[in-house]
């Protein structure tokens, strides 16, 4: 089946056709997303690959399915990167459902203070954080926290944020959101770590001074990242399956300290699956500590 698709242009309208995707096409595309990047794309989701890949399939004039899927397993490192970034999920926005925030503020960084050795900073590390609102509302948080207590601040953290486009990475490292964007989920009184850019609004320099973004896929060896006091991997590993999920979660383990803390989505969990983890409820939040 193929569906006419009209193109509008400045001088110009074009009409295209574009194939509706078969399951043995389907099948193929499915299997070489979960070889790139892990992601789980179940049964019957062929509108969710047509969806995603629409502009990609029309932007390198594929006439069927199988050409683009030959596109995609070809050497053609670019098309793959866009690939993977149009199929990913980047929904996001400021301080992300709240209740994470406020355990984050009373539990996990008192306690990242009292373990702090002299002098060492507290290394932060925020997995799949798409445009940037999570690692920055996370420096908001510390600039905030900071100067309610002696003895540290906000010059004493880092945050390492990584996601698997580099598309998203590099509008993250610009801090530069919508008026919308900035509104969604910003606490009141946080307006002062922006400065206006146009219509747009800019995160200060203080803000973004703490984090550092770096294009990363999870499947990927740890290695190169470091050690980290906390972990915040929010609503990445649902997308995954089992078996992908817990090899990402014990490579996390090996990089935090004894009883370090990581901190998931709220749908996700980890009961079931590992024993290298101990759950602890903060109000509506659960937080996973490291037990060996």
């Keep these: 089946m193929k569906i006419n698709l009209i193109e509008t242009g400045e001088d110009s309208i074009v009409s295209r056709e574009y194939v509706k995707l078969d399951k043995k096409d389907f099948e193929l595309l499915r299997k070489q997303i979960y070889r790139m990047c892990g992601l789980t794309i179940s049964e019957g989701k062929e509108y969710l690959i047509q969806h995603r890949f629409k502009s990609l399939y029309q932007s390198r004039n594929c006439r069927s399915w199988g050409e683009f899927y030959k596109l995609l397993v070809s050497g053609d490192t670019h098309f793959k990167e866009e690939a993977v970034s149009a199929i990913s999920t980047h929904e996001t926005s400021f301080f992300r459902d709240n209740h994470p925030f406020a355990a984050i503020r009373n539990k ?33 948080l510390i600039h905030e926290w900071t100067k309610t207590v002696g003895g540290i601040s906000h010059t004493d ?59 990363f896929n999870l499947l990927d060896s740890f290695r190169s990242l470091g050690q980290f006091d906390f972990v915040m991997c929010r609503n990445v590993l649902i997308y995954f399956d089992d078996a992908t999920k817990i090899d990402i979660v014990h490579r996390i383990h090996d990089l935090l300290p004894d009883k370090g803390y990581l901190m998931l989505g709220a749908t996700e969990t980890l009961a079931g699956h590992t024993d290298r983890f101990a759950t602890e409820h903060m109000g509506a939040v659960l937080l996973y500590r490291k037990t060996r």
């Design 108 to 140: 996990v960084l008192p306690e990242l203070v009292n373990k702090r050795r002299p002098g060492a900073k507290i290394k932060i590390w925020c997995a799949a954080s798409s445009t940037g609102q999570e690692p920055y509302s996370l420096s908001m």
């Design 157 to 215: 953290f880092s945050i390492l944020a990584t996601d698997i486009s580099g598309t998203v990475i590099e509008r993250a490292k610009q801090g530069l959101f919508s008026r919308l964007e900035k509104s969604r989920g910003l606490p009141s009184g946080y307006d002062k770590y922006f400065e206006q850019d146009g219509i747009n609004w800019q995160v200060c320099s203080s803000v973004k001074s703490l984090v550092a973004f770096k294009k």
